[in-house]
Every structure is written in C-alpha cells, then in structure tokens.
C-alpha cells in the first residue's frame, strides 16, 4: 500500500492503486534515466581516451614526417654541394682531362638542364663535342640512331638514295 502526505502535513493519507501505479513507473522511469546517463558517461570515456591516444599519435606522426622531411632536404642540400665541389675539382687542366672525366662532366652538367652553350664555356670545349656527347648517350639510351640538326637522320656516304 503506498501512503502519502497529507495536505496538513503530518497525517499519512492511503493513495489509490492508480496513483501507486504512477508513482512507480515515474520512479523507474528516473532511475532508467539516471542508469542511461551512467552507462552513457561509462561508454564515453573509453572513446575520449582513445580519441586523445589517436590524437597523440596523429602529433608524434606528424613530428616523424617534418624531421623525415628535414632530414630529405638536408641531403639533397649536400649532394648538390657534393656535385658542385666534385664539378669545381674536374676543372680541366693543362695537358686536357681524360676522356672519360670529359664525357662525365659534360653529361652530368646535361643532366642537371644545362644548355649545350653553356656546358662548352665551362668546360672550355667545342659545342659540337659537347652536343656529340649528349646525343650519344640519347643513342645508346633508347638505341635510336640520333637526328641531325634539320631533324631528319644523316645518310652514310655511299648509300643508294
């Protein structure tokens, strides 16, 4: 029998069984709530840790990345320091560089997009020596025979036309 307050206060006044009935269901109904916002509050904090983790580890990977960056730039920096210091020793000198010196020089300044004007003032050679260079290595690359200066290839002396 569920009993209630009375109006003055002090007396205790018998409620129906329909009244009962609601005082139960709001009761369950509140401690439904309050269990759902537990077990909420329960549910939520493994993801909030694992947010943070993920988030941590998005930083620490981040960090890895700028240095792997750093560390790439840092040695293309010193191999063309490297190729220029090895460029600036293969100075041709009096009595001419060896001929395979000659040819590295003028295909690692061709690699490196310089024009063939530019690769003969360096290394104080003529532009065609410089151009046979580039060509041939192009022939032996592709393995197709180079063009002339008008485009089309060279016709070997005593060939039928």
């Known amino acids: 029998m569920c009993i209630s307050e009375g109006a003055a206060g002090g007396e205790e006044v018998p409620m129906g069984s329909l009244g009962c009935f609601s005082l139960y269901v709001g009761l369950a109904a509140l401690l439904t709530a309050g269990g759902c916002l537990v077990s909420l509050q329960l549910?939520?904090?493994?993801?909030?840790?694992?947010?943070?983790?993920?988030?941590?580890?998005s930083e620490d990977l981040f960090q890895m990345a700028d240095l792997q960056k750093d560390l790439y730039h840092r040695i293309c920096r010193d191999l063309n320091g490297i190729e220029e210091r090895v460029l600036d020793l293969a100075v041709p000198s009096s009595d001419g560089p060896l001929p395979l010196e000659r040819r590295h020089q003028?295909?690692?300044?061709?690699?490196?997009g310089v024009d063939l004007d530019e690769?003969?003032?360096r290394l104080n050679?003529?532009?065609g020596e410089a151009e046979l260079i580039v060509r041939l290595r192009k022939y032996v690359e592709t393995r197709q025979p180079p063009e002339h200066a008008s485009g089309a290839p060279k016709r070997q002396?005593?060939?039928?036309?």
């Open 106 to 112: 003028v295909l690692t300044l061709a690699r490196r």
């Open 119 to 121: 690769i003969s003032r």
């Open 157 to 161: 002396a005593g060939a039928p036309s």
């Open 125 to 127: 050679m003529p532009r």
């Open 43 to 57: 549910w939520r904090r493994p993801f909030r840790t694992l947010r943070r983790e993920v988030m941590r580890f």
